[in-house]
């Protein structure tokens, strides 16, 4: 499975973004899909994810209310809805594929993307 991750960009506090990320391969529809986020001079971390079958969503106490995850397996594509972005909401944005459980960690994604640069401005 192939990620590419897009729709980053330089957006003002309280604006919102929708970031997406296509997958190759036929069985995208299998996979449990997260987004993690790396600020600079910070760790990755978990931000949201979905189940295979989009049923169920997880999301860091960070974003909860604000950010919202979705897939289309018939577009191969999760989509993460970015809304009332706040200056500490700057980071590279990286897709995963791979997770069954344990969204949250992301030792248990096998497939990850380049990123996507998401920067709002203090």
């Known amino acids: 499975v192939q990620l590419q991750a897009s729709g980053g960009g330089l957006v003002q506090a309280g604006g919102f973004l929708r970031l997406s990320c296509a997958a190759s391969?036929?069985?995208?529809?299998?996979?449990?899909m997260g987004w993690f986020r790396q600020a600079p001079g910070k760790e990755r971390e978990f931000v949201a994810a979905?189940?295979?079958?989009?049923?169920?969503?997880y999301y860091a106490d960070s974003v909860k209310g604000r950010f919202t995850i979705s897939r289309d397996n018939a577009r191969n594509t999760v989509y993460l809805q970015v809304n009332s972005l706040k200056p500490e909401d700057t980071a590279v944005y990286y897709c995963?594929?791979?997770?069954?459980?344990?969204?949250?960690?992301?030792?248990?994604?096998?497939?990850w993307g380049q990123g996507t640069l998401v920067t709002v401005p203090a």
């Open positions: 995963a594929a791979g997770a069954l459980s344990g969204y949250s960690d992301p030792s248990n994604y096998a497939y």
């Open positions: 391969g036929r069985t995208f529809s299998s996979y449990g």
């Open positions: 979905i189940s295979w079958s989009g049923g169920s969503t």
